[in-house]
């Protein structure tokens, strides 16, 4: 499905009936990388993966990229779709979006689930890593991303035992355009420190990591879930920074036994 939003068009997918969960993907991804989660998730609720301003099937234009505008679209799509509000789960990159989506549209938040992601900024080496991997981007293409981040993207073990799915996460971020590489690049750059944040959130929160992540680790997890009031915890088994692709019947499980738990009922 598409929506024009904030005058680009958005590509997104709704699956399922009851609850609506939005999921918000990675860098460099696209909703493909919820495939798992729609088709598990989606008899139970109702599932919203989109492709962000920049990726899939979504436009890439070469302007207007900051956490806040990827919060921005995703408000506009709410409303587009009529929900007054959603659970917000995001990975990654989409998880330091949701911590923009709260900072701006706390009321439209129902729960959160926060997934292999982290609350700091990035730090001076990181910054400058961001500038180096954009100029990567535009000399050598989206491919030279794959190659360069596949390393910490899954587990060992799937590095080495899983072809498949190596192939499948390589050919998700070289099918990117470089306007919405270097866009996330840029965004994630300057997004703030959102560990003041934490300690505010109330809403019903579910973190989620791989146990073998060392993007975002184990670590950044437990900071969030030990100051976000009543957050819960869950570490994925023999995954990487990937969980949802690499374990996706565990983090499905996650998901719902969290869901479950809230008892909350479906909305609009
Ligand atoms: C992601 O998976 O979204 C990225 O690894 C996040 C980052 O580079 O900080």
Request: charged share 20%; proline share 5%.
């Given at each position: 499905m598409n929506a024009r939003i904030n005058g680009v068009n958005m590509a997104y997918t709704d699956d399922g009936r009851g609850m609506p969960i939005v999921f918000v993907h990675a860098f460099p991804f696209g909703k493909v990388m919820w495939e798992s989660q729609v088709k598990g998730l989606s008899e139970q609720f109702r599932v919203i993966a989109v492709d962000l301003r920049?990726?899939?099937?979504?436009d890439a234009p070469i302007w207007r990229y900051t956490m806040e505008q990827f919060a921005d679209d995703l408000n506009s799509l709410l409303d587009h779709l009529s929900l007054t509000q959603a659970v917000m789960a995001g990975l990654s990159m989409g998880g330091y979006i949701l911590f923009a989506f709260y900072r701006k549209y706390a009321a439209r938040v129902k729960a959160l689930i926060l997934a292999d992601t982290r609350a700091q900024a990035d730090t001076g080496e990181g910054k400058a890593d961001r500038f180096a991997m954009a100029q990567l981007a535009w000399k050598e293409g989206p491919g030279a991303i794959a190659e360069a981040m596949m390393p910490k993207l899954l587990s060992t073990a799937s590095l080495q035992g899983r072809p498949d799915l190596v192939e499948r996460v390589h050919s998700i971020i070289a099918g990117n355009r470089v306007s919405g590489i270097v866009g996330d690049l840029m965004a994630m750059e300057a997004r703030p420190d959102s560990v003041p944040l934490l300690k505010q959130i109330a809403r019903p929160t579910l973190v989620i990591v791989g146990e073998h992540d060392i993007g975002t680790p184990p670590s950044d997890a437990r900071l969030m879930a030990e100051n976000i009031p009543g957050a819960r915890l869950e570490i994925i088994k023999h995954a990487g920074h990937l969980s949802n692709l690499e374990q996706p019947e565990a983090f499905n499980r996650a998901v719902r036994g969290f869901l479950s738990s809230l008892r909350l009922s479906p909305l609009s």
């Amino acid at each position: 499905m598409n929506a024009r939003i904030n005058g680009v068009n958005m590509a997104y997918t709704d699956d399922g009936r009851g609850m609506p969960i939005v999921f918000v993907h990675a860098f460099p991804f696209g909703k493909v990388m919820w495939e798992s989660q729609v088709k598990g998730l989606s008899e139970q609720f109702r599932v919203i993966a989109v492709d962000l301003r920049g990726h899939g099937e979504s436009d890439a234009p070469i302007w207007r990229y900051t956490m806040e505008q990827f919060a921005d679209d995703l408000n506009s799509l709410l409303d587009h779709l009529s929900l007054t509000q959603a659970v917000m789960a995001g990975l990654s990159m989409g998880g330091y979006i949701l911590f923009a989506f709260y900072r701006k549209y706390a009321a439209r938040v129902k729960a959160l689930i926060l997934a292999d992601t982290r609350a700091q900024a990035d730090t001076g080496e990181g910054k400058a890593d961001r500038f180096a991997m954009a100029q990567l981007a535009w000399k050598e293409g989206p491919g030279a991303i794959a190659e360069a981040m596949m390393p910490k993207l899954l587990s060992t073990a799937s590095l080495q035992g899983r072809p498949d799915l190596v192939e499948r996460v390589h050919s998700i971020i070289a099918g990117n355009r470089v306007s919405g590489i270097v866009g996330d690049l840029m965004a994630m750059e300057a997004r703030p420190d959102s560990v003041p944040l934490l300690k505010q959130i109330a809403r019903p929160t579910l973190v989620i990591v791989g146990e073998h992540d060392i993007g975002t680790p184990p670590s950044d997890a437990r900071l969030m879930a030990e100051n976000i009031p009543g957050a819960r915890l869950e570490i994925i088994k023999h995954a990487g920074h990937l969980s949802n692709l690499e374990q996706p019947e565990a983090f499905n499980r996650a998901v719902r036994g969290f869901l479950s738990s809230l008892r909350l009922s479906p909305l609009s």
